[in-house]
């Protein structure tokens, strides 16, 4: 503990004042310069006793309505409607880039009241000192609030430095052991929540029942719902059913090619338009990361799981936008992109919507590159951490050491947006797992307290769910589950899944679990129910059991008639399998590839031993009757 005390001492990010580096503080700087010479001009007509009309102007650049002051008398309430408007515009660039609206309104506010006020009009002698002092406020207020903020987290981050070696050790000692490969199979439970995801995987493409519609420009879009129900899929099969192709492949290659669609990415032609003021619609080409980085790490997952490489060939990734434009990439362009644009950017961290860096869109495109490299023996990951973590450190880093989430790449402002320390210790576990255990220590230490000796969960407010925007807090507790069954802490993962199902049990639809919320919260509740010791990590950077690869396969079945709970090759040469009825009790037939030609195997099906023949195929046809669970195991034939 004295060394990991020691560590923290000495670490920059635990001994910060400030809350922005070096590059922040130059386009913060640049920022007010900018703003200090608008305002300069802006007074000049005023100062000098210019036309009514050029005062108005030169006071709404000063405020955004602020024009209207020079009219006075009723005029006056223009002014927070404008402000409100302003306000208004500033949501409409931070969810869509659309840098135009803002700056539409600020000019309107000075073009229309100079357009009113016209040469004959005398100017109300106190508009000035009105405007100024509304300036005055604003940067008095934002001045405090900073203030304020910085100190709040500088205490945080002393109180953190007294406990978090004792921290990090409990995380240690509290940590159970990685489940040995192919040894679970999925419970009841896990397959209920697997069929919410089916559900929506393997509906044809262009169709989207049971998805939530609202916008496609933040966390509710489309997109991130394909992508979750892709991760959970992905994880299942990594440490469950690597050795069940079917349609298990069937459904993840439907949500690639879903993700192609103009209706999941035609946003990015808007926002590159009004953000970039850039006419190219290839969406992996500037900027984009929440497309890059979601998609790339989808695509490199469902490779590493199967094997299947049809990604890797030229443009087996083409986005669709009109019949006469398309953009044909693949696995390698899309990684490209990922790698140009951390290159290009000075904060390595590149943006999202145009002009706003989020740093867990980054987090993703930083494992997407590590998996690509395990597949393709690249080193993008390895020559772009030393930079990426050293900008993340000293640009996106809080005094108190936890991560800022959103700051804007124009301005240098950093906006607050929720990302807490479980989200990140599950996020950044495949990319600097101590840095990641870290976070689970703060989260574990400041959001569970004892009650009478019994593990309990802060939740403060009335919570959101990001995925439909609607108030709850079930998305809060499946980060703490998740964050929890990742670093082995069962306590506290058995904790928040007491308490989920307390607070929003599910509804059971034909058999399908559904969860209160939205369905990126179900969908990562369903990978969160699957999830064991550095589960995340280990899909990531290691992926399925070399003889899963290698082993042989099961396919030939339909869903929902048949659910895999357990498709494992132990050898590479046998396969374990655990089958339950999704549509009820029946006969089935399932079919068995990737066997030896010719080759005899013994095949034990719910107790019943029996020895079967492969054709020239490697291909095997086999019958069972499902009323329950249903093992079954076939190794190849003794001499």
């Not at 052991?177 to 419970?187: C, F, K, T, V, Y």
């Not at 079917?246 to 993840?252: F, P, R, S, T, V």
Request: aromatic share 12%; hydrophobic share 40%.
């Amino acid at each position: 503990m004295d060394q990991a005390l020691s560590n923290i001492e000495k670490d920059p990010r635990f001994n910060r004042e400030v809350s922005a580096g070096p590059l922040s503080k130059a386009r913060l700087k640049r920022t007010k310069l900018f703003f200090l010479a608008i305002a300069i001009v802006g007074l000049l007509p005023s100062v000098f006793g210019l036309s009514p009309a050029l005062q108005s102007a030169g006071l709404g650049l000063l405020w955004p309505g602020g024009g209207f002051a020079a009219m006075g008398g009723w005029s006056l309430l223009m002014i927070p409607v404008f402000y409100g408007l302003y306000w208004l515009t500033l949501v409409v660039w931070f969810g869509t880039g659309n840098i135009l609206a803002p700056i539409s309104v600020w000019v309107l506010g000075a073009i229309i009241p100079a357009f009113m006020m016209g040469d004959t009009t005398v100017v109300w002698p106190y508009a000035p000192h009105l405007v100024l002092a509304l300036v005055a406020l604003r940067e008095g207020r934002d001045i405090y609030k900073n203030r304020k903020q910085l100190s709040e987290a500088v205490a945080r981050r002393e109180k953190r430095k007294a406990y978090l070696a004792k921290a990090l050790s409990n995380v240690d000692a509290r940590a159970i052991p990685e489940a040995a490969a192919g040894s679970r199979e999925l419970d009841e439970k896990q397959l209920a929540s697997a069929r919410y995801l089916y559900e929506r995987a393997l509906q044809p493409i262009g169709q989207f029942q049971g998805y939530n519609k609202i916008d496609q420009f933040q966390t509710s879009a489309l997109r991130y719902q394909i992508n979750t129900v892709s991760y959970a899929l992905a994880e299942m099969q990594c440490h469950y059913t690597p050795n069940f192709h079917g349609y298990l492949n069937e459904a993840q290659q439907r949500l690639i090619e879903q993700m192609l669609q103009k209706p999941i990415w035609g946003y990015w032609p808007l926002e590159n338009m009004w953000g970039n003021f850039n006419f190219n619609f290839d969406p992996c080409a500037k900027d984009n990361i929440m497309l890059t980085g979601f998609f790339g790490l989808q695509i490199c997952q469902y490779m590493s799981n199967t094997g299947d490489m049809r990604y890797a060939e030229p443009g087996s990734l083409t986005f669709i936008y009109s019949d006469n434009k398309q953009y044909k990439h693949d696995i390698h362009s899309v990684i490209g992109s990922i790698v140009n644009n951390q290159n290009e950017q000075a904060f390595c961290l590149y943006p999202c919507e145009p002009n706003w860096v989020y740093t867990p869109c980054n987090f993703m495109g930083m494992k997407a590159l590590a998996l690509y490299d395990r597949l393709f023996g690249t080193t993008h990951f390895k020559d772009i951490y030393p930079q990426f973590i050293k900008q993340l450190d000293a640009e996106f880093t809080q005094a108190d050491g936890s991560v800022i989430a959103l700051r804007s790449n124009l301005t240098g402002f950093a906006v607050p947006f929720p990302f807490a320390d479980d989200g990140r210790a599950l996020y950044f576990n495949p990319i600097n797992h101590q840095r990641a255990k870290e976070a689970w220590a703060l989260a574990r230490a400041e959001m569970f307290y004892r009650e009478d000796g019994v593990l309990k969960i802060k939740l403060e407010g009335k919570g959101v769910d990001m995925g439909n925007y609607s108030q709850g807090q079930q998305a809060n507790i499946q980060n703490l589950l998740s964050a929890a069954k990742e670093f082995g802490d069962a306590e506290a993962a058995n904790t928040a899944e007491q308490l989920l199902e307390e607070m929003y049990p599910p509804k059971f639809e034909n058999g399908t679990a559904v969860y209160p919320g939205s369905c990126s919260t179900n969908t990562t509740l369903a990978r969160a129910f699957m999830f064991g010791a550095n589960d995340y990590l280990n899909s990531v950077l290691k992926g399925p059991a070399e003889s899963a690869l290698k082993g042989p396969i099961l396919s030939g079945i339909k869903y929902p008639e048949v659910l895999v709970a357990k498709a494992f090759s132990h050898s590479g040469a046998d396969l374990e399998l655990v089958l339950y009825p999704g549509d009820g009790n029946r006969d089935i037939t399932f079919v068995i590839e990737r066997l030896q030609a010719n080759a005899s195997y013994d095949c034990v099906i719910a107790g019943q031993s029996a020895q079967h023949q492969a054709d020239a195929d490697g291909r095997l046809q086999l019958s069972a009757s499902l009323d329950g669970r249903c093992a079954v195991t076939l190794t190849p034939a003794s001499a």
